[in-house]
């Protein structure tokens, strides 16, 4: 196995894996006509479209996000997309293109018709996917849609060359931006405006704020003292609020970070608290109490997720019972100091509260920065994944872990690796194919050509395995996949080097980037290898070996290479049962029915894991039947108790058990040494959650290693019910973030108007598959 799967390795390129010349690769697929329509709950239809062409395994819910997010529509000039075959020709066309145009991808013409017969195959078959913004703007020039209106800033020498330049020949690409904002007006309203192009073609931007002066601090121009950070914040706010994402059913998505020695530091952290507490008393008042409606549409900060960036010395301070500085931002001098513990204490009490504010760790995230030279990292995007320089971009790719699952139950390594390689691939051709919103922007994209590869199902692929999400075998598998997906996109990283050179900032980050190279290769000796397939091991070791020898001898084409996204709408489109990193939410799915309505199915993973665990069919059919009359598997007579654990989920719903909340960030601590950038995760809490165990989740993230964690506390929102009963489950139309089931967090979907769910993290509805800040 492991020699074998050497040497398909470095032939997986633009071999022929999974389709053959000799037939299209459309022929390998059934194909059917559906016809789509999503109801609001009025009964209204909020999206129709009869006869759409999909591929026959693909569930109703993934053709309905297709054509309703991912479809160009109709305009003067164009017809529209009415099958998932325009859509991926679309989008693979372009690549192939853009890669026979930039030079060094493909050595001739049919090498490129290799990797696009690849591509598409993948795609068709949900095994991996991009983010939105590849599917929304991607070849839209293939149907004769020029706009020169709609203009954003490349790079020089592309403005030297192109005859036009416009949002449809040179497309947005990457859901995750990071800007700068300097102390000026002039700056903070520039970035209001890029903003407004970014979350416009479906992208979400992140920016550290604590370079702006406090309220405390005078205005040496004009005299007087500063409006401070918070005024502006909320000016940005109501500003990301006003935007749909990429021009459809998606809204804004937004991070803001402040590092914890801002004199405003504790106005920031009490902020979204304060504001939730105002919604609470409009809501008594009588206003409606969904996200939408007048109270959270009243106050503020409710369009972005909130960070504070906690150093080392914090944490040192925290633990020794010292003080802390806050400091001035124009002069450094000292403004106030407090106990260390009275922080600490506010930001695990805001978050007990509100869910918000996240913690991310900037010591420990810059110990693994491979371009440190540079600049450091101070941000990250809305969901925390995508984490490197100010004024950067990342374009996001996913891969759906359950599609690499033998009948017999083993990891294929061949394919997995095999898609990885054509999925990074893809995603260097569109550094150089994309458009950017400022010029900063565009020369950090080209110098540095970040790339965040991921994976997704994680709890699906767990529970198919028969392995505990929260078991020492479940953490194994997931460090020993997070690992090779990650050695095969800097492998592939040293062979796109070799050939087109690597980026331009490398060779001043060199020795440091190397480091961290052997850093994450070093990270393979804590893996439990015995817990995983035979030959993973040797698999992965020597082609750690490689990326080593190779990147010592060519450097690397890109200075990051994965990161594990939230996955929202994308997962909808992959048929994902579970996104990113995450654990199964609950055992009971709603699942979506041709031309409308939906019927209760128990998740289909359960099934799977019953039969690897050799049950009967009589047994799975009586235990499935269970499962879908009390909501639970607790309790079903033909269960061995021993098997429990494997049917474990975030939430207990209407059974006793749920995973413990360490569950999550052990989960994230095994895969964190294999990824770039980091986890976009939220750690999902009982309402009986004490402010001790959120400060205690936080206090061992940072123990762990981990380079961000944001919790969710159930009820902490007042869109939702604050207590878990049957009836409340019985009559809940509500899907948490992760997943299409339903549960009992209820508010109104923006778009649609259906029950669904709002968290601190990214929701999804079930309805329209509307999502907030996923990829």
Not at 19 to 25: A, D, F, G, L
Not at 706 to 729: C, F, T
């Given at each position: 196995?492991?020699?074998?799967?050497?040497?398909?390795?470095?032939?997986?390129?633009?071999?022929?894996?999974?389709?053959?010349?000799?037939?299209p690769?459309?022929?390998?697929?059934?194909?059917?006509?559906?016809?789509?329509?999503?109801?609001?709950?009025?009964?209204?239809?909020?999206?129709?479209?009869?006869?759409?062409?999909?591929?026959?395994?693909?569930?109703?819910?993934?053709?309905?996000?297709?054509?309703?997010?991912?479809?160009?529509?109709?305009?003067?000039s164009?017809?529209?997309?009415?099958?998932?075959?325009?859509?991926?020709?679309?989008?693979?066309?372009?690549?192939?293109?853009?890669?026979?145009?930039?030079g060094?991808?493909?050595?001739d013409?049919?090498?490129?018709?290799?990797?696009?017969?690849?591509?598409?195959?993948?795609?068709?078959?949900?095994?991996?996917?991009?983010?939105?913004?590849?599917?929304?703007?991607?070849?839209?020039?293939?149907?004769?849609?020029?706009?020169?209106?709609?203009?954003?800033?490349?790079?020089?020498?592309?403005?030297?060359?192109?005859?036009?330049?416009?949002?449809?020949?040179r497309?947005?690409?990457?859901?995750?931006?990071?800007?700068?904002?300097?102390?000026?007006?002039?700056?903070?309203?520039?970035?209001?405006?890029?903003?407004?192009?970014?979350?416009?073609?479906?992208?979400?931007?992140?920016?550290?704020?604590?370079?702006?002066?406090?309220?405390?601090?005078?205005?040496?121009?004009?005299?007087?003292?500063?409006?401070?950070?918070?005024?502006?914040?909320?000016?940005?706010?109501?500003?990301?609020?006003?935007?749909?994402?990429g021009?459809?059913?998606?809204r804004?998505?937004?991070?803001?970070c402040?590092?914890?020695d801002?004199?405003?530091?504790?106005?920031?952290?009490?902020?979204k608290?304060?504001?939730?507490?105002?919604?609470?008393?409009?809501?008594?008042?009588?206003?409606?109490?969904?996200?939408?409606?007048?109270?959270?549409?009243?106050?503020?900060?409710?369009?972005?997720?909130?960070?504070?960036?906690?150093?080392n010395?914090?944490?040192?301070?925290?633990?020794?019972?010292?003080?802390?500085?806050?400091?001035?931002?124009?002069?450094?001098?000292k403004?106030?100091?407090?106990?260390?513990?009275?922080?600490?204490?506010?930001?695990?009490?805001s978050?007990?509260?509100?869910?918000?504010?996240?913690?991310?760790?900037?010591?420990?995230?810059n110990?693994?920065?491979?371009?440190?030279?540079?600049a450091?990292?101070?941000?990250?995007?809305?969901?925390?994944?995508?984490?490197?320089?100010?004024?950067?971009?990342?374009?996001?790719?996913?891969?759906?872990?359950?599609?690499?699952?033998?009948?017999?139950?083993?990891?294929?390594?061949?394919?997995?690796?095999h898609?990885?390689?054509?999925?990074?691939?893809?995603?260097?051709?569109?550094?150089?194919?994309?458009?950017?919103?400022?010029?900063?922007?565009?020369?950090?994209?080209?110098?540095?050509?970040?790339?965040?590869?991921?994976?997704?199902?994680?709890?699906?692929?767990?529970?198919?395995k028969?392995?505990?999400?929260?078991?020492?075998?479940?953490?194994?598998?997931?460090?020993?996949?997070?690992?090779?997906?990650?050695?095969?996109?800097?492998?592939?990283?040293?062979?796109?080097?070799?050939?087109?050179?690597?980026?331009?900032?490398?060779?001043?980050?060199?020795?440091?980037?190397?480091?961290?190279?052997?850093?994450?290769?070093?990270?393979?000796?804590?893996?439990?290898?015995s817990?995983?397939?035979?030959?993973?091991?040797?698999?992965?070791?020597?082609?750690?070996?490689?990326?080593?020898?190779?990147g010592?001898?060519?450097?690397?084409?890109?200075?990051?290479?994965?990161?594990?996204?939230?996955?929202?709408?994308?997962?909808?489109?992959?048929?994902?049962?579970?996104?990113?990193?995450?654990?199964?939410?609950?055992?009971?799915?709603?699942?979506?029915?041709?031309?409308?309505?939906?019927?209760?199915?128990?998740?289909?993973?359960?099934?799977?894991?019953?039969?690897?665990?050799?049950?009967?069919?009589?047994?799975?059919?009586?235990?499935?039947?269970?499962?879908?009359?009390?909501?639970?598997?607790?309790?079903?007579?033909?269960?061995?108790?021993?098997?429990?654990?494997?049917?474990?989920c975030?939430?207990?719903q209407?059974?006793?058990?749920?995973?413990?909340?360490?569950?999550?960030?052990?989960?994230?601590?095994?895969?964190?040494?294999?990824?770039?950038?980091?986890?976009?995760?939220?750690?999902?809490?009982?309402?009986?959650?004490?402010?001790?165990?959120?400060?205690?989740?936080?206090?061992?993230?940072?123990?762990?290693?981990?380079?961000?964690?944001?919790?969710?506390?159930?009820?902490?929102?007042?869109?939702?019910?604050?207590?878990?009963?049957?009836?409340?489950?019985?009559?809940?139309?509500?899907?948490?973030?992760?997943?299409?089931?339903?549960?009992?967090?209820?508010?109104?979907?923006?778009?649609?108007?259906?029950?669904?769910?709002?968290?601190?993290?990214?929701?999804?509805?079930?309805?329209?598959?509307?999502?907030?800040?996923?990829?």
């Amino acid at each position: 196995m492991n020699n074998m799967a050497k040497k398909k390795l470095h032939s997986l390129v633009f071999a022929e894996h999974f389709t053959k010349s000799s037939q299209p690769v459309e022929k390998m697929f059934s194909w059917e006509r559906r016809d789509c329509l999503i109801k609001d709950r009025r009964g209204g239809v909020f999206f129709e479209m009869k006869n759409v062409e999909a591929p026959e395994g693909w569930s109703q819910l993934a053709v309905d996000i297709a054509a309703s997010k991912y479809f160009r529509k109709k305009n003067s000039s164009f017809k529209g997309e009415h099958s998932v075959k325009q859509m991926v020709q679309r989008v693979v066309n372009a690549v192939m293109a853009a890669g026979l145009r930039q030079g060094g991808v493909f050595s001739d013409k049919k090498q490129a018709e290799i990797f696009g017969n690849e591509l598409k195959y993948i795609l068709y078959s949900q095994r991996a996917a991009f983010n939105s913004p590849v599917w929304f703007n991607v070849g839209l020039d293939s149907y004769g849609i020029v706009s020169q209106s709609q203009h954003f800033a490349w790079n020089e020498k592309a403005k030297a060359v192109a005859k036009i330049e416009n949002a449809y020949e040179r497309p947005q690409c990457s859901a995750c931006f990071i800007q700068s904002v300097d102390d000026s007006l002039e700056s903070i309203f520039d970035l209001a405006k890029t903003e407004a192009k970014l979350f416009k073609y479906g992208s979400g931007s992140g920016t550290n704020f604590s370079s702006l002066r406090s309220k405390y601090e005078p205005l040496h121009s004009a005299g007087g003292t500063s409006s401070g950070l918070i005024s502006f914040l909320e000016v940005l706010d109501r500003g990301a609020g006003a935007i749909k994402s990429g021009g459809t059913t998606r809204r804004a998505a937004k991070m803001v970070c402040v590092d914890l020695d801002h004199p405003e530091v504790l106005d920031f952290i009490d902020w979204k608290m304060k504001e939730e507490k105002k919604a609470h008393a409009l809501i008594a008042a009588g206003y409606e109490a969904d996200f939408e409606g007048e109270a959270y549409r009243t106050v503020a900060g409710q369009n972005a997720n909130n960070s504070v960036r906690v150093p080392n010395k914090f944490m040192k301070a925290l633990l020794e019972h010292q003080d802390w500085d806050l400091k001035a931002r124009m002069t450094n001098k000292k403004v106030k100091t407090l106990p260390a513990k009275s922080v600490w204490d506010r930001i695990v009490h805001s978050a007990w509260m509100c869910a918000d504010p996240g913690v991310q760790f900037h010591d420990t995230i810059n110990e693994w920065h491979t371009c440190p030279e540079t600049a450091e990292i101070r941000a990250s995007n809305p969901c925390s994944e995508y984490m490197f320089i100010d004024d950067s971009a990342c374009n996001l790719a996913s891969i759906n872990l359950t599609k690499f699952m033998t009948p017999e139950g083993d990891f294929d390594l061949v394919s997995f690796m095999h898609v990885a390689r054509i999925m990074f691939v893809a995603q260097e051709i569109l550094v150089d194919h994309s458009s950017y919103p400022t010029a900063k922007i565009a020369e950090n994209s080209h110098n540095y050509r970040p790339l965040g590869l991921g994976f997704a199902n994680l709890g699906s692929f767990l529970m198919r395995k028969a392995l505990p999400y929260h078991s020492d075998e479940g953490r194994a598998w997931a460090s020993a996949i997070a690992s090779l997906m990650h050695g095969v996109a800097y492998w592939t990283s040293t062979q796109m080097a070799e050939s087109r050179g690597a980026f331009m900032g490398y060779a001043k980050n060199k020795t440091a980037m190397m480091k961290v190279i052997k850093k994450h290769a070093k990270a393979l000796g804590s893996v439990p290898w015995s817990l995983v397939q035979e030959h993973f091991k040797e698999t992965c070791q020597d082609l750690w070996d490689d990326v080593l020898d190779q990147g010592t001898k060519h450097g690397f084409r890109n200075s990051q290479a994965t990161v594990i996204a939230p996955t929202g709408t994308i997962g909808l489109l992959m048929d994902c049962d579970t996104t990113g990193i995450e654990p199964d939410f609950s055992l009971v799915k709603y699942k979506k029915l041709v031309g409308g309505g939906e019927v209760q199915i128990v998740n289909q993973s359960v099934p799977f894991a019953l039969h690897v665990l050799k049950y009967s069919e009589k047994d799975i059919a009586a235990i499935v039947k269970y499962i879908a009359e009390h909501g639970t598997i607790e309790g079903a007579p033909e269960l061995k108790s021993e098997h429990l654990p494997i049917f474990d989920c975030a939430s207990a719903q209407a059974g006793k058990r749920a995973l413990p909340p360490e569950s999550h960030i052990q989960m994230m601590a095994a895969v964190q040494p294999f990824i770039s950038g980091a986890i976009s995760k939220t750690v999902n809490m009982p309402n009986s959650a004490t402010e001790k165990d959120i400060s205690e989740i936080y206090l061992q993230s940072w123990k762990l290693g981990l380079k961000a964690v944001a919790i969710y506390r159930d009820g902490s929102k007042m869109s939702q019910p604050l207590n878990q009963k049957k009836e409340d489950i019985a009559k809940s139309q509500a899907v948490r973030h992760d997943f299409e089931e339903k549960a009992n967090w209820t508010m109104k979907c923006p778009e649609c108007g259906s029950d669904t769910v709002l968290t601190s993290g990214c929701y999804r509805c079930p309805n329209c598959g509307s999502t907030v800040g996923c990829a």
